[in-house]
């Protein structure tokens, strides 16, 4: 087998984003492109010859010609071992826990998570380090910097890989080992986890679906809840991983997964339903008639996550990204524990779970997670409810009408404006920024603005500064508008606009959180002058 340097061009448009490199599938299969990038990042690794790296993907389009590439770089730079799901197959959290699990020096994961798939769809790259952790922003900014001057690459002549048996084949100096996608990850959360009580709710007749939606966490969720929970054969649905995902947008939330949310509304709703996206890290869970937001879900899970015996004793503080909702604020002051806020981006969670200042954090755009490992992870989440559920007795929606009646409901939503021209975003986005002094005062519809700040991050560990983290605005401390500009989308610009509302009227529990948050998202639009800087009135995605 001969290893060869061979000379390469490097491309400019290979900086890491929110959750790594995402990218339309014809921009990725561009000569070399692949082979740039994975060069770039080994490049910034320090003494990993010899040493073990995880590969894994969500078996989307392009998923196993990627990793042929992948492993035969990886060979040429001598790695001593390349474990690998079968056919490819691991879903970001299984792969950040077999990191962990087998001391590798991190994990590449081929995935671009819930952005839609099939041959004309998006592709991604991320890497994650050795506890598992999406890699912090410090390397982000090496491997993008290092994919601007990069000129040459390894590589090997060895034939493709087999990738659909489990063991062990050799290469060169390096072992391939291909293990099961998912018996690692089931193992741990039996650990965590206390099946044989979840187990109960099942055999008491819970009903039950779970939306794979074709992506990667379909053998994990057929082999937890019906093969060893119990749920009746057949809850699990859409749960075959399909390269083009059956047509379906991986992305688990109101707007992509309305299938089962109309399902959830009629009289045929089943007890609980859930859904996860394209590699596994998120999850959104609805009740008959009802939809959990994600920002109040991280507080419930705040408030109960320590009835787990696994996590008793150890709710040392918890963290929300700026953009999710308050709510989990109130449950941290009344349970007298630190609350961080960090930017948007997993990675931002990293420092804080390694230094053991957090138990959990979570998201708005459908994440949460735990110190057990580093990624945000669907399917724990899941689990955590069903323990929660198991050890409280209650439903869904009464643990989150107890959660608005103690503290207030905090309505929010995220209204997305997809595709927009990459300049008119930046300008609208420049523009606010620099009217930022003069907002405090202003009143819009009757509302007035009493902060504005572009947010910036202080990391309590490592203290790493990171700026422009997002525009918000303030009207008073209940209600909030943020603007911020999407880091995964793979072209164009995507501009995020974030309302919150707090409301402890409880006459006004159960209004509809589009009316709720209606004149907030009028008044996005007229300070933003969204109409005539990008031709928008109305978001293409509200969730
Ligand atoms: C990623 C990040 C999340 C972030 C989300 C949306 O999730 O890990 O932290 O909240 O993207 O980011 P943006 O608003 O920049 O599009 P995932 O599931 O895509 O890896």
Redesign the pocket.
Known sequence: MDITAIKTEPYNDQTL???GLRKRISVIKQKNYIENFVQSLFDCLEDFEGKTLVIGGDGRCYNDQAIQIILKIAVANQFGRIIIGQNGILS?PASSHVIVKYEAIGGIILS????PGGPDGDFGI?FDNEHGA?APQELTAKISARTRTIDRFWTTDMPDVDLSTIGEQIFGNTVIQVISSVDDYVEYMQEIFDFAKIKKLFDNGMTFIYDAMNAVTGPYAVRIFEDILGAEKGSVIHETPLPDFGGLHPEPNLTYAKHLVDLMYTENAPDFAAAS?G?G??YMILAPSFFLNPSDSLAILSQYLDTIPFYQGKLSGVAR?MPTSFAVDGVAKSRNIPLYQTP????FFGNLLTAGKIALCG???F?AGSFHLQE?DGIWAVLAWLSILAETGKTVEQLTRELWQKQGRVFAMLQSYEGLATEDACTLMARLNAQIPNLPGTQVLGETITEAFNFAYTDPVTDEQTQNQGICILFGSDKRIVF??????SCGA?L?VYLNKRTTDSDHFNDCPIDALATLAEISRIISDLKKLTGRQMPTAIT
Do not use: I
Not at 484 to 489: A, M, W
């Open positions: 984003g929110t959750s970001t671009a998570s819930h952005n991320k999406p996206d590699d890290d998120r990204s948007t981006g997993w990675k998201e708005e755009s994440g945000k911020r500009l999407s880091g995964t989308g995507t995020r």
